[in-house]
């Protein structure tokens, strides 16, 4: 059965929420109802033309959200769960929908079974909660040695071979259902969860909601081994992360074109045809697009990329006007806390791609084909049954003319509104991008 999932006709936008809210680093305990905050943002979400968000860590944790101490509990620094239910009544009464971040890999010290493991050792019920030699020891000095994800002890790895450790997170996961109706969850570093506890999950959130998504971080690798009927609707594509801004910063789009081709092209044996992944230009885990791009009038061109290749386009809180970090001065300068949204040019354009792309069944479920392609220039084609675009970007600071068989005299901008005539080449002004729908 195939249900026609909301994700794949979405928009999302990304929220640290930590960052977003100005909460200390360190857990202090004490309960602030900062969370409250993204209620005065719902505006501005919608006027860019959002319509699903994906909250990193909500969830009581050490310091940053990733090392978490209670499942089923909002992190005091943010507020209360009637806090947070709330704050997820309002996106939804909004026409939004909630993506939360499931950190299923690991925990944090603070997690309440792992302390208990630490003070009774062989005694502790929970044990085999964690992959633990009571003879090790670790730079922490507990006495004992534990796996920590990719070395780092603060973030205790769970043993999700264990029963009851799956039993702990899907119960967790029912009751973050129930309690917030959220829509879906983000897997963080789901390249390191056991398969096994993936399909057990999906066969869970299924059975609670059939239209419930699944999005899983992804950074290199064949992306099928996690994202196909039993596992996960879809992934992060790291691969075209990179593609997109090295394309500007090297005036060479042959980079991401290959990478297009390589994923979504007309060939056979083409990698993911058919599905959709979480395309973005930045994240809170990478520097801000408008610091990594040489030239700034390539700012809503990689948007507009973005938003036209296969996939399901998020936005950064913060990026949508060109704020910038970078990721040497440290993660909290890339999560910073806005007092409140801007909206410029480059937001006003997005809210435009956004439009064009909810409403387009082309870009949401369009085949790829690559139709110009030059250093400066690409133009390629979204095609379904009923509905052709072509998305056309000129990179360079002069005008292009670019001439090819377009299959029909004339097409209108989705983003402009414009009408386009093929007759006679077709010009593209300097440091623009248009997404022509063809007329039939």
């Given amino acids: 059965m195939v249900i026609n999932m909301w994700a794949y006709e979405s928009v999302f936008y990304q929220i640290y929420p930590l960052g977003f809210c100005g909460a200390p680093f360190e857990n202090d305990g004490v309960v602030e109802h900062r969370i409250r ?39 005091s620094r943010l507020g209360t769960n009637e806090d947070f239910k709330e704050v997820c ?17 690991h925990v944090g010290r603070g997690f309440s079974q792992f302390q208990d493991v630490v003070r009774n050792r062989e005694n502790s019920p929970y044990l085999n909660w964690f992959h ?55 897997l963080d570093v789901a390249y390191c969860l056991d398969h096994d506890f993936v399909r057990r999950l999906r066969a869970f959130t299924d059975s609670r909601k059939e239209d419930f998504f699944l999005v899983g971080e992804m950074l290199h690798g064949d992306y099928n081994q996690m994202m196909n009927e ?11 992360y990179k593609g997109l801004h ?22 056979n044996w083409t990698l993911y045809k058919g599905k959709h992944l979480l395309c973005f230009v930045d994240n809170h885990d990478v520097s801000r697009i408008a610091s990594v791009l040489g030239n700034e009038k390539h700012l809503p061109l990689i948007y507009a990329l973005c938003f036209g290749m296969p996939g399901i386009p998020c936005v950064y809180y913060g ?73 056309a970007i000129n990179a360079d600071a002069e005008s292009y003319t670019a001439h ?3 299959g029909c005299g004339t097409a209108v901008d989705l983003i402009t509104g414009e009408v386009h005539d093929f007759g006679g080449g077709s010009e593209l002004a300097p440091y623009s991008a248009a997404f022509w729908k063809m007329e039939k």
Avoid at 89 to 102: A, K, M, P, Y
Avoid at 157 to 162: C, E, F, G, H, T
Avoid at 166 to 182: M, N, R
Avoid at 246 to 260: A, T, V
């Fill in 319 to 391: 990026s949508e006007w060109g704020a910038k970090a970078n990721k040497s001065e440290g993660d909290p300068a890339l999560r910073a806390c806005f007092e409140e949204p801007e909206f410029n040019d480059l937001s006003e354009f997005i809210s435009k791609l956004a439009k064009a792309k909810k409403d387009s069944e082309a870009l949401n479920y369009g085949n790829f084909r690559s139709v110009v392609l030059t250093n400066k220039q690409c133009i390629f084609e979204r095609k379904t049954d009923k509905e052709r675009v072509l998305v």
């Fill in 404 to 406: 090819f068989d377009a």
């Fill in 89 to 105: 009544e309002q996106l939804h009464e909004n026409g939004i929908r909630v993506v939360l971040d499931g950190v299923f890999n």
């Fill in 230 to 240: 039993q596992m996960l609707h879809s992934v992060t594509n790291y691969e075209c």
């Fill in 246 to 267: 090295s394309s500007f910063n090297s005036m060479n789009m042959f980079e991401i074109n290959h990478s297009l081709m390589r994923q979504f092209g007309p060939e």
């Fill in 132 to 186: 633990i030699n009571l003879g090790g020891n670790s730079n922490y000095n507990d006495g004992l040695w534990y796996e920590g994800w990719e070395g780092n002890y603060d973030l205790v790895k769970l043993n999700l071979r264990n029963e009851e450790v799956v039993s702990h997170i899907l119960d967790s996961v029912g009751f973050w259902i129930d309690e917030f109706k959220i829509d879906g969850l983000r």
């Fill in 37 to 75: 905050k993204v209620e005065d943002w719902i505006p501005h979400m919608k006027k860019l033309g959002i319509n699903a968000i994906y909250f990193s860590p909500v969830f009581e944790s050490d310091t940053h959200g990733y090392n978490t101490r209670d499942y089923r509990k909002i992190d």
